[in-house]
């Protein structure tokens, strides 16, 4: 298992389109999961330690958020081929266990993950209601193990001001998570 962290914010760069499949038999668009103030997306998936030490504050977090106009998104890219913790049935049964406000979907073929160049799992795109880069950091100071819970909420904050001012916070601190499990490439 790989930990890496994730570059820094690129300021205004567009939030790529995509259609993905939803555990909830849907296929989303961004314009479909875009808030009126925002739009968060996330990239996580079932069986990542850094994940689940923080899942129930990403739940807590976007509930929030919706609240403020921005809403979320979560992308499961990872290959499920050596870990069927996250294969499409049991990305379906976490979001129902663990009652998602947002809508989970899958990117079998990694080509969203590679438009937005996530690295890792949890790897957060916080973008305005003009669907501009605005953050890209963690959650909060959590690991593979939560942190305290009284520590500073990185990613509330910066979202609830994208959703005040359309700006993010100019200082960032990455989010640090296991590597994206990339499907090998055929060799020839």
């Known amino acids: 298992m790989v930990s890496l962290q994730t570059p820094i914010c690129d300021f205004d760069a567009e939030a790529p389109d995509f259609q993905l499949p939803g555990v909830d038999g849907k296929t989303w668009s961004l314009q479909q999961c875009a808030g009126e103030k925002g739009l968060l997306v996330m990239f996580i998936c079932n069986h990542?330690?850094?994940v689940k030490a923080v899942i129930d504050r990403i739940?807590?977090?976007t509930k929030e958020?919706?609240?403020l106009g921005v809403n979320a998104v979560a992308i499961m890219s990872n290959d499920p081929t050596d870990y069927a913790e996250d294969s499409?049935?049991?990305m379906r049964l976490v979001s129902e266990r663990l009652g998602f406000p947002f809508p989970y979907l899958i990117d079998e073929t990694q080509q969203v993950a590679k438009a937005y160049g996530a690295v890792c799992t949890p790897d957060f795109f916080g973008y305005n209601a003009d669907l501009k880069l605005q953050y890209r950091g963690r959650l909060d100071e959590s690991k593979k193990e939560a942190a305290d819970p009284n520590v500073r909420r990185d990613l509330f904050e910066a979202m609830k001001q994208v959703a005040e001012s359309g700006r993010g916070p100019q200082d960032q601190i990455p989010s640090m998570g296991c590597s994206i499990k990339w499907c090998e490439e055929p060799t020839s």
């Open 59 to 61: 739940i807590r977090d």
């Open 65 to 67: 958020l919706a609240a």
């Open 88 to 90: 499409f049935e049991n």
């Open 48 to 50: 990542c330690p850094y």
